[in-house]
């Protein structure tokens, strides 16, 4: 958090920054989203990922699959 806590226990290889409710995480070499309680919102399945949010509007997870 912005003071310095740690508030999930390190169990992914990277993890993006919450933006209301999710976040994205790499596990092993695939892209998925966690909630803000660390559970797996979304399996990690991607080759990218990203969390995106218009003025306005819902966020939405935005994923990257080529294939």
């Not at 912005?2 to 990277?14: I, K, R, S, T």
């Not at 790499?26 to 003025?55: E, M, S």
Request: negative net charge; glycine residues 10%; charged residues 20%.
């Amino acid at each position: 958090n912005l003071q310095g806590v740690l508030q999930l226990n390190p169990q992914f290889a990277g993890a993006g920054s919450f933006n209301s409710s999710l976040a994205w995480i790499l596990d092993d070499d695939a892209y998925g989203y966690i909630d803000r309680k660390g559970r797996l919102a979304i399996t990690p399945q991607f080759d990218a990922a990203a969390v995106a949010r218009r003025p306005g509007a819902e966020e939405r997870a935005v994923v990257f699959n080529p294939g």
